[in-house]
């Protein structure tokens, strides 16, 4: 599956290195919205094809947006690991870290099934955040890092009921609906932490909104 999977993306690079620097973003979420998009055009233009579903456009964004928050819970996770003198605060950065590991091959294996295309890095705005949490320090660092996580949860639960609710795809839902427990597990563990730290600073946006 690994093998299949990076086979597929490796086929794709051409095409979104040509979206990325035809439309001048390095912003890999966007790009990799537009190429989805552009295909899923393309394929309801074609001649009905009853052996090949055409995902709809509101699923391969919400594979999208869920393979950039999970990317985005990753990379401050480890950064936790590394700045963080709170045992606790480095214990669920470890948590999310290993729990993503998992949930990630489930979503490439999923999108890769679809022909949907993931972003490879987080977005531009995401980035901003990763860069404004890094220059922060001791229990800054620790009370902002929590808050986010309570933020990008609370964010990531809406969006997996929404698409366990909504999605056209089966496949689809029912992976947004079997990662929400997951998800629920992270949100009360970051609220207990949020709570017994007594942090009351004001989280820092975690990239972009779920989509409507």
Same mark, same amino acid.
């Given at each position: !599956?690994?093998?299949?999977? #990076?086979?597929?993306?490796? *086929?794709?690079?051409?095409?979104?290195?040509?979206?990325?620097?035809?439309?001048?973003?390095?912003?890999?979420?966007?790009?990799?919205?537009?190429?989805?998009?552009?295909?899923?055009? #393309? *394929?309801?233009?074609?001649? @009905?094809?009853s052996?090949?579903?055409i995902?709809?456009?509101?699923?391969?964004?919400?594979?999208?947006? /869920?393979?950039?928050?999970?990317?985005?819970?990753?990379?401050?996770?480890?950064?936790a690991?590394?700045?963080?003198?709170?045992? $606790? @605060?480095?214990?669920?950065?470890?948590?999310?870290?290993?729990?993503?590991?998992?949930?990630?091959?489930?979503?490439?294996?999923?999108?890769?099934?679809?022909?949907?295309?993931?972003?490879? #890095?987080i977005?531009?705005?995401?980035?901003?955040d990763?860069?404004?949490? /890094?220059?922060?320090?001791?229990?800054s660092?620790?009370?902002?890092?929590i808050?986010? *996580?309570?933020?990008?949860?609370?964010?990531?639960?809406?969006?997996? $009921?929404?698409? /366990?609710?909504?999605?056209?795809?089966?496949?689809?839902?029912s992976?947004?609906?079997?990662? =929400?427990?997951? =998800?629920?597990?992270?949100?009360?563990?970051?609220? $207990?932490?949020?709570?017994? !730290?007594?942090?009351?600073?004001?989280?820092i946006?975690?990239?972009d909104?779920?989509? $409507?």
């Amino acid at each position: !599956m690994k093998k299949s999977i #990076s086979f597929f993306y490796c *086929m794709l690079m051409p095409v979104f290195l040509f979206f990325s620097c035809n439309n001048g973003s390095t912003d890999s979420k966007r790009n990799a919205e537009k190429i989805n998009n552009a295909r899923i055009d #393309s *394929m309801n233009k074609q001649p @009905v094809d009853s052996t090949k579903a055409i995902p709809a456009k509101e699923d391969a964004a919400f594979l999208v947006d /869920a393979a950039s928050a999970a990317m985005m819970e990753v990379e401050l996770g480890k950064m936790a690991q590394e700045k963080s003198a709170n045992a $606790q @605060v480095k214990a669920l950065g470890t948590q999310l870290v290993n729990d993503h590991k998992t949930g990630d091959e489930k979503l490439k294996a999923l999108a890769l099934s679809k022909e949907i295309i993931l972003p490879d #890095s987080i977005s531009t705005s995401q980035k901003k955040d990763e860069e404004k949490l /890094a220059k922060k320090t001791g229990s800054s660092f620790d009370n902002a890092y929590i808050n986010m *996580m309570v933020d990008a949860h609370e964010k990531d639960i809406r969006q997996f $009921q929404k698409a /366990a609710k909504n999605a056209t795809d089966e496949d689809i839902k029912s992976f947004a609906a079997g990662s =929400l427990p997951s =998800l629920y597990k992270h949100l009360d563990a970051a609220r $207990q932490l949020q709570k017994k !730290m007594g942090t009351k600073e004001v989280p820092i946006p975690v990239g972009d909104p779920p989509y $409507q």
